[in-house]
């Protein structure tokens, strides 16, 4: 599920009223929607979240630790298997060119393109974070 809209303080303005994501995520979690229980829910949402302008941090890149992974029985929480990419961070406006759109799109719709039959959705969504920061 996609939202491009308008948005402020935990709210994005759709088209009748005003919703909360959060509140938009619940009817899909485990207990209320078991059908789609351990099957991935995926929400990008394209909307500012406040007013402020991230201005970035420059840091260095160090190569990532590899662990082992062991098979067991588990359970999954009851939010479990949600994605959920938002253009912004609580609190900061979402950045757009006037002529293109919004970097975040833009960035997702090509990583996606040149990307997708390669990367899983993580890693797609660090090289959008990537490119939104560049």
């Not at 619940?26 to 949402?45: M, S």
């Not at 759109?101 to 974070?129: N, P, Y």
């Amino acid at each position: 599920v996609a939202f491009l809209s308008h948005g402020e303080d935990g709210i994005v303005y759709a088209k009748d009223q005003p919703f909360s994501p959060e509140k938009l995520c619940e009817i899909f979690t485990a207990d209320k929607c078991p059908t789609l229980a351990g099957k991935p829910k995926i929400f990008v949402i394209n909307a500012c979240r406040g007013n402020k302008a991230d201005k970035g941090h420059e840091l260095t890149r160090r190569s990532a630790m590899q662990k082992d992974c062991t098979k067991y029985k588990f359970k999954i929480p009851t939010h479990a298997d949600f994605v959920i990419a938002y253009s912004t961070v609580e609190g900061f406006y979402n950045f757009k060119n006037l002529e293109h759109g919004s970097w975040f799109i833009q960035s997702l719709v090509h990583m996606f393109m040149t990307e997708a039959k390669t990367d899983d959705w993580l890693s797609l969504l660090t090289k959008v974070s990537q490119l939104v920061a560049d």
